[in-house]
C-alpha cells in the first residue's frame, strides 16, 4: 500500500512538472508592426534599473560580508 501512494505521488508530481513546463516555455507574440514607436523608445518604458541594481548588490556585498566575519568568528572561538 505504502509503495503505491509513492509510485501515485511520483507519477502526479511528474505530470505536474510536465504539464506546468508547457505554459511557462510560452513566449508572448511580437510586437505590432506600427507601435507608434517613432520615437527610438524602447518598448517597455525607459525605466531606469541602474540605481536599484547597484542598491542591490551593495546591500549583497554587505550581507556576504557578514556571514563571512561571522563564520571566520566562530572558527576562531572555538
Known amino acids: 500500500?505504502?509503495?503505491?501512494?509513492?509510485?501515485?505521488?511520483?507519477?502526479?508530481?511528474?505530470l505536474l512538472i510536465v504539464g506546468a513546463s508547457i505554459t511557462v516555455f510560452s513566449q508572448p507574440p511580437p510586437p505590432p508592426e506600427d507601435s507608434g514607436n517613432t520615437q527610438g523608445n524602447k518598448l517597455g518604458g525607459n525605466a531606469p534599473i541602474g540605481g536599484g541594481l547597484f542598491i542591490l548588490l551593495g546591500l549583497g556585498a554587505a550581507y556576504g560580508g557578514r556571514k563571512i566575519y561571522y563564520i571566520k568568528s566562530k572558527t576562531t572561538k572555538n
Do not use: D, H, V
Open 1 to 14: 500500500m505504502k509503495n503505491k501512494k509513492k509510485y501515485i505521488l511520483r507519477t502526479f508530481a511528474i
